[in-house]
């Protein structure tokens, strides 16, 4: 299923295929009314909006030129012309480029051009195929842009299915050995469980928790706070992160050891108290990761403080894109605080897009910076 884009860059939900069971869905349970400027909104939010992807049928796709680089997808982008997204989903099952590029397109472009969809069977194959840490292939970041890419063509189910398949299949040296990007990857399960059916969640999560259990059973008591820096990307201590919120992120998220537990492990805390704590012990400094507006569901309006003081200190994305990538991923937050945060983004290289977003949600806005001690004189001229 697609979603279609409507007026000012704003996605429709409705067909997202990453919310294909949002009736019946697990994290529907938080569920927040109001959060978003309406109920489809509301329901992303709940499933974990922005980390999914919104297949688009509209836009047309800038596929690549055969002997230019390997496409990828943006790292932040939340809607995807589904013939880039199918193309990038294949990519990630050919044999990748060893010597002559020419000679390896010619030989994989027919796999390349297909068009029929992506099935779930493909879809698990893939994964099974890329989700192995000895598979020898480099994968690249933006392989977690393309999961999400992969569950906007197949659904959640599949997805969930394939990443507890491949936890399944790693060996007790796999699980415990560091690995930085695979823990990366692995730790999008914890949004695609947000997204299956309640009955799928629970029979999903006690495989997993057999799997977090293989190592957790290694030691003689409870299982131990991290007590090195480097072992937060151990994969079992990912595990541990999604299946076990706030105890999880305490013993075994990224800056657990040295008691600073970072933005990205509270991820999947459903405790505001706790999320909030962890933006703040870091006294603005967003250690080099990219922005997160989850967090703002999951923290509330302290969250959106803390932001406004970090639009400047973010690297990831580049200075060139972060004003783009900040309106797209806040746009739907109905809090009052977006109205000060959204200002700030009046003065970026996305004042053009800030704007729109004001004369958008006008109602909305307008009462509110005329509270704000601040000059709004050029947003309120906008919408005049």
Partial sequence: MAAKKKARGELDFSNAAALQHADVAFGRRYLKPGFGFNEAQDVAWALGWPHFTVIDDVTKPKLPEWQGKLFMLPDFALSVPRAEATFAVRLLSLPRVRRDYKEWVEKVRPQLERTDPVSADEALEILEINLNPDCGF?????????????EGLVGPSAMAEGVTR?????????????????ARFFS??????????ETEHASLTERLEAVFQRVASTFSGDV?????????????RVLDVILHGKLG?????????????TRASSLFCHDQEFVVACAKQWEGDPQGSPPFSRLVFLGGEEILECEREWVERYVDPDRKT?????????????????????????DSTAKKSALAWFATHADFAKPLLEDLDADVSEVLAHLA
């Fill in 322 to 346: 972060l004003g783009q990538v900040l309106v797209a991923h806040y746009a739907n937050i109905r809090l009052p605080g977006i109205v000060p945060f959204m200002l700030r983004l009046v």
């Fill in 138 to 150: 480099y994968l690249q970041q933006h392989f977690r842009r393309t999961l999400f890419a992969m």
């Fill in 224 to 236: 131990p706070p991290l007590d090195q820096v480097e072992n937060h990307s151990q994969l079992w």
């Fill in 166 to 182: 491949a936890f399944e299949r790693l060996s007790l040296e796999q699980l415990t050995t560091r690995n930085v990007e695979f």
């Fill in 188 to 197: 999008t399960l914890g949004f695609f469980l947000l997204r299956v059916p």
């Fill in 249 to 261: 992120a305490k013993r075994s998220g990224d800056g657990a050891a040295r008691g600073k537990v």
